[in-house]
């Protein structure tokens, strides 16, 4: 199979249409995976991450964990045979860790290991300090916020690392696809 120019970037002009590519996403995700969502300070991330509840079949509303870092939702997807489902969503959100040697501290790479998926917001900030083992397989979520004429607007680019992420390549590009393209370029 020829590989699929990443990274890959798709447009959003609300909020609706970024929770729905959220879904799409969520359709690809199995046991073990880890997202992690970044962009400025109201850029979308938790919006996204509603989208991937929606698309687990997660009923109870996603907000900001604001005070507890990390919230679990269990969820039970269905799957193609051979794949395995992820247990739960872990939706972790950084932001406010003042030392982020408290994120080995927050047990995800635990649920990891015991089936969850994780979605983290600031997760590139976090790098190493969190699941190391689990961060060099992942797919980044990058949202852009769009330009003073058009504040709705968001570039979002996704970008894969790691070999189970490099085999979902055509399935993520297939995922994203319900929405118009800005770009593709040649990683
Ligand atoms: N295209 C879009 N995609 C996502 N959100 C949008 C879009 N257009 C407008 N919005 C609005 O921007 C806000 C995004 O808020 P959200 O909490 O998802 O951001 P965030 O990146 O998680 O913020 P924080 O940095 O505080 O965690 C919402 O009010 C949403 O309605
Ligand atoms: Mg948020």
Redesign the pocket.
Same mark, same amino acid.
């Given at each position: 199979m020829d590989q699929l120019p990443l990274p890959l970037l798709c447009a $959003?002009? *609300?909020?609706s249409? +970024?929770r729905d590519l959220g879904t799409r996403v969520a359709g690809i995700v199995e046991a073990g995976d880890v997202l992690l969502v970044s =962009? *400025? &300070? =109201?850029? =979308?991330? +938790? +919006?996204?991450v509603q989208g991937l509840a929606r698309g687990l079949g997660i009923d109870d509303p996603v907000t $900001?964990p604001t005070f507890t870092l990390v919230r679990i939702y269990p969820c039970d997807p269905p799957r193609p045979a051979g794949q395995e489902p992820p247990s739960a969503l872990v939706h972790v959100?950084v932001?406010r860790l003042d030392n982020l040697h408290e994120v080995s501290d927050l047990g995800v790479a635990e649920e990891l290991d015991q089936g969850a998926m994780a979605a983290v917001?600031w997760g590139e900030a976090v790098g190493e300090a969190f699941a190391p083992a689990h961060l060099s397989d992942h797919l980044s979520v990058h949202?852009e916020q769009g330009l003073p004429e058009d &504040? *709705?607007?968001?570039a979002i680019r996704f970008e894969v690392t790691g070999p189970s992420w490099e085999r979902r390549r055509a399935a993520l590009a297939e995922a994203v696809a319900g929405r118009p393209p800005v770009r593709e370029e040649a990683s």
């Open positions: $959003s002009q *609300d909020a249409q +970024t =962009g *400025d &300070l =109201g850029a =979308g991330k +938790t +919006t996204f $900001s959100d932001y917001e949202i &504040l *709705d607007r968001r």
